[in-house]
Every structure is written in structure tokens, then in C-alpha cells.
């Protein structure tokens, strides 16, 4: 579904990403995991469109999209939750799922991705027309997966959806993943959680200043001893 080949990305003249390769098939979670500074954050956003590699290709269901405008990213089928949500917070819950499906395609079927979307997070149903900044973290963090799933991709990308929330609202968060991913969207996540995302995921990947230094089944990671060393703790 989506091949990344030989992507450098960089801001001005300093290369965050370099020369990395990935893929993520038809129906699949994929992790790329890394301590902070890896370049997780920019790599993804260069794979949702928000920032142009400097070299390489971007292949999504056959067509390369790397030199697309981002704002097509989105009518193709991939939609970003970004890291810090990105909520309108002023403007109430259903206004911002709503804003998810502004696209001809999702507009279209707006109600029965809202039915989808409330069914997966019952408790945003219950605050529709309060404000998004009154929602506590882990429902800002719903509000977000929510949100772009009403723009109904085909693949998700999610840039640290664990960040700062409570353990037990990581592993609900973790379960509803496996439930879209379930419903046949794919998935593709930066994580900082390593165990819970090796666990979720089909195929992981290293980043480590840049570069994909790891890359393989999630089990066969978690076995390799620096790989326990470094990102495990044991």
C-alpha cells in the first residue's frame, strides 16, 4: 500500500531523515519506534505530505505522491493524527469530527462515520457540544483519532498517540487501534511506548538519528539483546 524509498528529509541545510526505506502493506500496523531526536516526527509528517523530502519516492497504492500538493494526501486515503492533536480546542466535539469530513468522498457518508466513530469512542458522544479544550487528555487524544477517521482512510498515520497519557488509557487507545485496523484500515505509528507498540504492530522499524538502524517482525526485535538493552530495559 504505501513504499517509502531512500527518503531524506531536512529543514533548510540540516538532514533529519536519511536514506530511509519502509513499507506498510495492505491491512497492516507498522511501527516506527526511536528515542526522541530520531526524526519519527518528521519523517512522518514527510509520509502524510507536510513536508517534502529533499530526495527519494513516496509510493502510495502504486503512484508516486511525494511532489503531490498535502492537501491531496487526503482525498487519496491517508489522514495524519499529528502529535499534540492539533484540536480546534474553541469549537465543540462534533464540530471537530465534523471537520474531518469536509471531503467530497467522506461528506458524503459524514452520518455513518460519525455512528462508526462514537461507536469506537462512546464517551465523545456524550460531550458533542462541549468545547474540545474542556476534554481531558485521553479524550483530546480520542477526539484526534476520531477526527481523522471521518475523513475514512485507508491508511492512518498516528505521530505519538501515547504521549503524556495515563497507562490505562494507552492500552484502550492500543485496543481501539486494533479495532480500526480490524475494520481494514491500515496503520502506521511513531511510538515512544516500544513494548505496547512491537505488541500491536505486524512489522517494526529502528530510527535512530535519522536512519532505520532495525527492521523486522516485532518478535524477532524484542528478541535481539541490544534492542532489549536499549528500548526495553532489560
Not at 518528521?42 to 527519494?56: D, E, R, V, W
Not at 509510493?59 to 499534540?84: K, M, N, T, W
Not at 457540544?129 to 477526527?147: C, D, E, H, K, P
Request: charged share 20%; glycine share 12%.
Amino acid at each position: 500500500m504505501l513504499e517509502a524509498r531512500d527518503l531524506r528529509v531536512g529543514y533548510g541545510a540540516a538532514p533529519a531523515v536519511w536514506d530511509v526505506s519502509l513499507d506498510v502493506a495492505e491491512g497492516e500496523i507498522a511501527v516506527v519506534v526511536g528515542p526522541n531526536g530520531a526524526g519519527k516526527t518528521t519523517l512522518i509528517n514527510a509520509l502524510a505530505g507536510l513536508h517534502k523530502p529533499a530526495s527519494g519516492r513516496i509510493v502510495f497504492q502504486g503512484s508516486d505522491v511525494a511532489r503531490l500538493p498535502s492537501h491531496r494526501y487526503c482525498g487519496l486515503g491517508i489522514a495524519l493524527v499529528p502529535e499534540g492533536r492539533r484540536l480546534f480546542t474553541g469549537m465543540s466535539v462534533r464540530e471537530n469530527l465534523e471537520l474531518g469530513a469536509y471531503r467530497g468522498a467522506a461528506k458524503a457518508g459524514r452520518a455513518r462515520s460519525m455512528e462508526r466513530v462514537l461507536a469506537l469512542f462512546p464517551v465523545l458522544g456524550e460531550k458533542l457540544g462541549l468545547a474540545a479544550g474542556t476534554l481531558s487528555g485521553g479524550q483530546q487524544q480520542m477526539l484526534a483519532i476520531g477526527r481523522a477517521l471521518m475523513a475514512r482512510p485507508k491508511l492512518l498515520l498516528l505521530d505519538e498517540p501515547s504521549l503524556g497519557l495515563a497507562p490505562a488509557i494507552v492500552v484502550e487507545m492500543f485496543r481501539i487501534l486494533r479495532e480500526v485496523n480490524r475494520g481494514g484500515v491500515a496503520v502506521l505509528l511513531v511510538e515512544q511506548n516500544v513494548a505496547m507498540a512491537l505488541d500491536l504492530a505486524s512489522r517494526a522499524y529502528v530510527l535512530e538519528e535519522g536512519r532505520i538502524v532495525a527492521q523486522g517482525a516485532p518478535r524477532e526485535l524484542s528478541s535481539r539483546e541490544e534492542i532489549r538493552r536499549a528500548y526495553l530495559g532489560n
